[in-house]
């Protein structure tokens, strides 16, 4: 997916020595992003993409700065998902690459790990619905039934 040639992408950064930062529309993580053929596009994929050459399939663009709004070429590097958490966990921004996606870590996080262990052992014991856990836990349909089935939070199964 490339920015159209009239170097509108470069309109939105703002060049300094280090980063270029993008001073368009961001995320709530701060990345840069904007839309482009009714996509949203992050502004440091299209910055490696215009410079470098097409991301391949299943890549992640990757910081070496860690500014999440840069767009230097020249701090962007190809890695894989598990590269990327690494990078993370390296540079101290989160404890450890596997507890990346886990549990109240997770920002929209409703439950708490006890939380999600006692309605486990519920389940277990039989004494607790799909529909119970969403009305006792105030979950969405869908969250208690992943949670009745245990096909969430299943980092936490060994403590039952």
């Not at 159209?4 to 701060?30: I, M, S, Y």
């Not at 990345?31 to 050459?53: I, T, W």
């Not at 990327?84 to 450890?96: L, T, Y």
Request: with cysteine.
């Amino acid at each position: 997916m490339r920015c159209k040639p009239d170097g509108k992408f470069w309109t939105k950064v703002e060049f300094g020595p280090r980063c270029w930062l993008w001073v368009g529309a961001k995320n709530e993580f701060g990345y840069g992003v904007f839309r482009m053929n009714g996509k949203s596009v992050r502004a440091h994929r299209q910055s490696y993409e215009l410079v470098r050459g097409e991301v391949p399939s299943g890549m992640f663009v990757c910081h070496i700065c860690d500014v999440p709004a840069c767009v230097n070429p020249g701090h962007l590097f190809l890695g894989t998902a598990k590269d990327n958490m690494a990078d993370a966990a390296r540079k101290g921004r989160i404890k450890n690459a596997s507890e990346w996606y886990r549990g109240s870590l997770i920002n929209t996080a409703v439950l708490d790990e006890s939380t999600v262990v006692e309605i486990f052992r519920q389940v277990r014991a039989g004494t607790i619905t799909a529909r119970g856990i969403m009305h006792r836990y105030g979950v969405s349909h869908s969250q208690s039934y992943n949670l009745f089935h245990m096909r969430q939070w299943r980092h936490l199964l060994p403590q039952i």
